[in-house]
């Protein structure tokens, strides 16, 4: 049983100057990602990973691909093998080579590649627990990219939770320290945690969190990762009333949220 949020390395990438106006979203486009503070903050986070005792893998931007930051999308890694994902939009495919690349040259990975023209996979709908793996069934994400999933990984139990509303699973439901899950307080997100709830194989703790975007947030290295203040104030305070165990550091994603980024999505973590 892998040891939840105990990391070594992160794989990142630079945000092309093509996120502004031709990145994917799902809302309807108002206010357009301002690339240099987009820069600024992707700066911080990386650095707080840094911070935090990981190795930064950092592939260059690609104007070609401009939701090629969003890295966690292309890949799965668990306990020395990566499955290599088909994205669920065909104009994000091409964003996999260079993390392939990177994962089997640089890293040195068993690298597994999902080939299946049927099967498609976003990592955003891919929570893991340490214990046992959730995928989002999304306008990403499909059955065969769950069932070649678990193929991949035969140690751990599959289980599927439908998301009809929302980009992916991780968008409102995400680990926020070993065995507690945050998750948003909209419909969606509950009627997820209620599927997890009882057809999981194991049981969590519930945090609730008031925004939907700020239940996205990561535990690394025994540091828990959440959304700014500024971004989510109510959140923010639900985070720091927990009073889990674990130090919390805060992270603002604010402009790469205007493209659906959030902050699990912007690092592979190994």
Same mark, same amino acid.
């Given at each position: ?71 966690? !999308?292309?890949?799965? $890694?668990?306990? &020395? ?11 994000? #495919? %091409? +964003? ?82 070993? !065995?507690?899950?945050? $998750?948003?307080? &909209? ?11 009882? #057809? %999981? +194989? ?69």
């Amino acid at each position: 049983m892998a040891a939840y949020g105990r990391y070594h390395t992160a794989v990142v990438r630079g945000i092309p100057k093509s996120v502004r106006y031709q990145a994917l979203t799902q809302a309807e486009q108002k206010d357009y990602v301002d690339v240099e503070k987009a820069r600024q903050e992707h700066e911080v986070y990386v650095q707080t990973l840094r911070d935090l005792g990981l190795r930064i893998v950092e592939i260059p931007a690609d104007e070609e691909h401009p939701d090629c930051p969003f890295v966690e !999308d292309c890949a799965v $890694v668990c306990n &020395g093998t990566a499955l290599v994902t088909r994205p669920g939009h065909p104009s994000r #495919r %091409g +964003e996999v080579h260079a993390v392939k690349k990177v994962l089997e040259d640089d890293l040195g990975l068993e690298v597994v590649h999902m080939v299946e023209d049927e099967a498609t996979m976003d990592g955003g709908d891919v929570l893991f627990t340490g214990k046992e793996f959730f995928v989002g069934l999304s306008n990403r994400t499909n059955e065969a990219g769950a069932r070649i999933l678990a193929e991949t990984f035969p140690d751990y139990s599959v289980t599927t939770i439908p998301v009809a509303r929302g980009l992916h699973l991780k968008c409102f439901c995400t680990m926020a320290a070993p !065995d507690v899950m945050a $998750v948003g307080e &909209g419909p969606e997100a509950q009627k997820a945690w209620q599927e997890i709830r009882e #057809r %999981g +194989e194991h049981k969590y703790s519930l945090l609730n969190i008031p925004d939907d975007g700020a239940a996205n947030c990561m535990f690394v290295n025994g540091t828990m990762i959440h959304a700014a203040a500024e971004q989510f104030p109510k959140s923010a305070k639900t985070f720091t009333a927990a009073h889990l165990k674990y130090p919390r550091v805060q992270v603002s994603n604010k402009e790469l949220a205007k493209v659906d980024g959030s902050l699990t999505c912007c690092s592979l973590l190994i």
